[in-house]
């Protein structure tokens, strides 16, 4: 009798750990959030800034996404007595990465830009964590290697007074954004990593950066730290959906 018992607790374990899955679609658009007020495009289809500076591409080195579902806590014990408590931790995230956004053209107009799609639990979320920052060439997936190879989580190129430019950075941007969605069986999440531009090359008083001047680098990426942003966005409108709206928090740092 109780190795029957046993066997049958066995069984239910097992059957509350087969979850099932859904898809969740990660999404980028450059712009200020659902407005796209910032941008202007020219008939070359550039992000064209209103202090005389253009911009073509802008690839970021993802290196994590993860969603974190209600009821996981960073600070938990890991006490050796409570065997397998790591495990139980890490059933809580789901994580991708890392990959490549990489936007030019028609992609800097404020569109929506499907990057790609993930398999996760279905169930309540209530947290979104990204890491953009350099990664190793040796280990670097096909679409990263030219990022990887030059120590860079950020490159710009662009025109000033119409002189081209490129701006490589390894800053390292890390956000934790508190959310509330829930995933379903067959439903089609979205996750939308927002850039917003317009800030990028203008100092605190107002007066433009030089992307090409070493003195500038350090607001330039402090203002590039600040412009992106990640959150649910199911109906994929380039804005955080209600349920969750203004309760964010984050951290960023420099380079790595």
């Not at 954004?177 to 917003?196: K, L, P």
Request: proline share 2%; aromatic share 6%.
């Amino acid at each position: 009798m109780r190795r029957f018992i046993g066997l049958f607790a066995s069984l239910m374990w097992l059957s509350a750990c087969g979850n099932s899955t859904s898809s969740v679609g990660l999404s980028t658009r450059m712009g200020s959030a659902v407005t796209g007020s910032a941008l202007t495009r020219t008939s070359s289809q550039r992000l064209a800034l209103s202090n005389g500076i253009t911009v073509e591409r802008v690839r970021l080195s993802v290196r994590e996404l993860e969603l974190k579902r209600e009821g996981h806590h960073d600070d938990r014990s890991d006490d050796d007595s409570d065997a397998g408590s790591d495990d139980d931790k890490s059933e809580f995230k789901q994580r991708t990465g890392p990959f490549l956004i990489d936007l030019s053209g028609t992609a800097l107009d404020g569109q929506m830009v499907r990057l790609q799609d993930i398999s996760v639990d279905v169930g309540t979320y209530d947290e979104i964590e990204f890491d953009i920052g350099k990664v190793d060439p040796a280990t670097a997936p096909t679409a990263l290697k030219e990022l990887a190879e030059q120590g860079a989580s950020l490159i710009i190129d662009g025109h000033i007074d119409g002189e081209p430019f490129q701006f490589v950075s390894s800053l390292r941007v890390e956000q934790e954004r508190e959310v509330s969605f829930e995933i379903a069986e067959g439903d089609d999440q979205n996750v939308t990593f927002n850039i917003d531009p317009s800030g990028w090359f203008t100092d605190k008083d107002g007066k433009r950066l030089d992307p090409r001047e070493s003195s500038a680098r350090s607001q330039l990426e402090n203002n590039l730290q600040k412009s992106i942003d990640a959150f649910d966005d199911h109906d994929r409108n380039g804005g955080e959906d209600d349920d969750d709206h203004d309760r964010h928090g984050g951290r960023s740092g420099g380079e790595d």
